[in-house]
């Protein structure tokens, strides 16, 4: 069963944009939080971005600060990435944290900035 879905990766040229999309199934029950994560190779998966949904207070990492903005409508979480760069080449993971203390992760989506 796929509880979290998903989709808006690819390949894009230093400076674009890309928007990423994560659908949470119903079936992981109450979400307290989501987030996205990245690994890039050869590197440990790090904190992007995450939301708590009740208040929507976001928290960034200080290298995506004022270029990447997360946002959430219903059971979906979305990461705008704008101004993107080669070191933020990476797989991209979503996360949601549940009222149950349940961590859920998605399969992951390439993200390919070139120079």
């Known amino acids: 069963q796929v509880h979290l879905a998903e989709s808006g990766g690819g390949l894009v040229q230093a400076g674009g944009s890309l928007r990423l999309s994560c659908v949470a199934s119903?079936?992981?029950?109450?979400?307290?939080?989501m987030g996205w994560y990245r690994q890039a190779p050869g590197k440990q998966r790090e904190l992007v971005a995450n939301?708590?949904?009740?208040?929507?207070i976001t928290n960034y990492a200080d290298s995506v600060k004022g270029r990447f903005t997360i946002d959430n409508a219903k059971n979906t979480v979305y990461l705008q990435m704008n101004s993107l760069k080669p070191e933020d080449t990476a797989v991209y993971y979503c996360?949601?944290?549940?009222?149950?203390?349940?961590?859920?992760w998605g399969q992951g989506t390439q993200v390919t900035v070139s120079s």
């Open positions: 996360n949601a944290q549940t009222s149950l203390y349940a961590s859920y």
């Open positions: 119903e079936s992981i029950g109450r979400i307290n939080a």
């Open positions: 939301i708590i949904i009740s208040v929507g």
